[in-house]
């Protein structure tokens, strides 16, 4: 009997050291991404904090959760409702009770919706790459609440932008949201180093090394081919098919550089009590009412 009991207590004392040695592991993993991702992201005098507090969990639910619903949209209207050309819109899509109409703007969700339908393979692949490899490091240092913010500011400032600019045509896409992270984290990226780097060239330079040699080539890639595909689907795809705004993708950026900008400086503040941000949202409701009068009134789709 006393054999046993010591059998099962080296036993239990072996699973036990098992755990630990595994738990380690998974801490060790973890702080690694951390690590990495806070050279990425963040100014060194803000890394310390950061490392204090980091976590992975919970894990960035808000860019994968988006991503999973748009790539199972583009999947249905692809499998079940196939399109003659994966490149260009169909009547599959252009019929979704989820794009951006100019002759079913009353229906405002719309406004928001259009983000879950895509014109083509390129257009979705290109999109989810650059959220995913973009919003996942973003979430884990801003968490959710505020990249979900950046992102749907710059859906709904795409759209109303697109209504306002391009009035009579259709949208589709999640570029708004996707350009909004983009050109959040670049302002931030010149923010950080404008402190420490006075000459315009050492900046540029900084910012390129920043931004990672290869990530950096692929994202200008990737950005370049989309907008060409939007201007593609704008002023080429009319021939075969419905017309395409590409609106969105500018005001997409440009709501990253003002309310991402403010948000994404203030990881380890109360964005709310910085008056940049209440600047920068008071800017963009000014927009928004604005963009709701011309639709209301003066909208040539009217």
Not at 39 to 65: D, H, Q, V
Not at 226 to 231: I, S, V
Not at 258 to 263: A, D, L, P, T
């Amino acid at each position: 009997m006393e054999m046993e009991r010591m059998n099962t207590d080296t036993s239990g004392e072996e699973e036990e050291k098992e755990n630990n040695e595994r738990n380690s592991r998974v801490c060790t993993s973890c702080d690694k991404i951390h690590e990495s991702i806070s050279k990425w992201m963040l100014p060194e005098n803000a890394r310390g904090t950061y490392l204090e507090r980091a976590n992975c969990i919970p894990p960035p639910l808000f860019i994968i959760s988006i991503s999973i619903a748009e790539l199972a949209v583009f999947i249905y209207y692809a499998v079940w409702k196939p399109q003659k050309q994966w490149i260009t819109l169909d009547t599959g899509v252009w019929n979704s009770p989820f794009i951006y109409r100019p002759d079913k703007r009353e229906e405002t969700w719309r406004f928001i919706s259009y983000m879950l339908v895509h014109a083509g393979i390129q257009h979705i692949l290109g999109n989810l790459f650059l959220q995913l490899i973009l919003g996942i490091p973003l979430e884990m240092v801003h968490k959710g609440h505020r990249v979900s913010l950046v992102y749907l500011a710059g859906v709904i400032g795409g759209s109303l932008a697109s209504s306002v600019c391009d009035p009579l045509q259709a949208l589709v896409g999640a570029s708004g949201g996707v350009y909004a992270l983009i050109g959040g984290y670049f302002m931030n990226v010149l923010t950080y180093h404008v402190v420490t780097y006075n000459h315009y060239l050492d900046l540029f330079l900084k910012c390129l090394v920043n931004l990672n040699e290869h990530f950096y080539d692929d994202c200008v890639f990737l950005v370049g081919t989309d907008m060409g595909f939007a201007l593609y689907r704008r002023f080429i795809a009319p021939v075969n098919g419905p017309q395409v705004s590409f609106v969105a993708h500018i005001a997409g950026g440009l709501a990253g550089m003002s309310v991402g900008y403010v948000i994404f400086s203030c990881f380890d503040k109360n964005f709310i009590k910085d008056p940049r941000f209440w600047i920068s949202i008071v800017a963009y409701l000014v927009f928004l009412v604005f963009a709701v009068f011309f639709n209301i009134f003066l909208s040539p789709a009217n």
